[in-house]
């Protein structure tokens, strides 16, 4: 299948500063990636729909200048969690769909385990 | 969980039992797929079923679509403890193909 790589897997920040994680499709080309947050022992929640180009769309709830999405290129997406506080410590998942044609899964990053202390 | 739900909540079963967890979801949906994923890590794709499926099978995974319910089941049959994880639906909507979870279903196979 499809190979979706995330950036970094682990990440510890002061409360206060940014952290920017990277979500890139090796092998195939995302117009539309996805990104997921998930605290412990609960489901994954989407947050945002990142759309190659243009804004993203954000879920209800979800504050857009707290969580900057940025899809430059085809392959790319990142997710910047700016002004952290230890609320914002959670695990990041991004995704991106294969062809919708094929009708197939989607593609999941390895995610990424934000920590504001 | 911004789709559904899915109970139970939690399974303890012995090794070599049988498991089975259901799933609901709200939306009319393009497939349903189900995913495992061990304390803090990534997710592991299980298996996909579209919505013009019924039922389909992976090694000892069994899984059923109603879509007239809305529901799924995911059997796993003869147990391990390695299959102790948590287990998520998840489903891709006819519209913008967004991918929502269920609210997991924690299960632990006692050895």
């Known amino acids: 299948g499809a190979v979706v790589s995330q950036h970094p897997s682990r990440v510890i920040c002061k409360s206060g500063t940014s952290v920017k994680i990277e979500c890139r499709s090796l092998?195939?080309?995302?117009?539309?990636m996805f990104w997921y947050r998930q605290f412990p022992k609960q489901s994954l929640m989407l947050m945002a729909t990142?759309?190659?180009?243009?804004?993203?769309?954000?879920e209800q709830g979800v504050e857009k200048d707290k969580f900057l999405i940025n899809h430059a290129s085809l392959t790319l997406s990142t997710l910047t969690v700016t002004s952290a506080h230890p609320e914002d410590s959670s695990f990041y998942i991004c995704?991106?769909?294969?062809?919708?044609?094929?009708?197939?899964?989607?593609?999941f990053g390895q995610g990424t385990r934000l920590t504001v202390v | 969980s911004q789709q559904g739900e899915e109970d139970p909540q939690a399974l303890s079963i012995q090794e070599g039992e049988n498991a089975t967890m259901n799933c609901s979801y709200k939306?009319?949906?393009?497939?349903l797929q189900w995913y495992r994923q061990n304390s803090g890590r990534g997710l592991v794709h299980l298996i996909l079923?579209?919505?013009?499926?019924r039922e389909k099978h992976s090694g000892r995974l069994r899984v059923t679509l109603d879509t007239s319910k809305k529901s799924s089941s995911l059997l796993i049959t003869a147990s391990r403890a390695a299959d102790t994880a948590s287990y998520f639906c998840?489903?891709?909507?006819?519209?913008?193909?967004?991918?929502?979870f269920g609210a997991g279903t924690r299960l632990f196979v006692k050895a």
């Open positions: 995704s991106a769909n294969g062809d919708p044609l094929e009708n197939t899964e989607a593609f």
């Open positions: 092998d195939f080309q995302a117009t539309t």
């Open positions: 990142s759309n190659e180009g243009s804004k993203a769309t954000y």
């Open positions: 939306t009319s949906i393009n497939n």
């Open positions: 079923i579209r919505s013009n499926e």
């Open positions: 998840a489903t891709t909507n006819t519209g913008g193909f967004k991918t929502i």
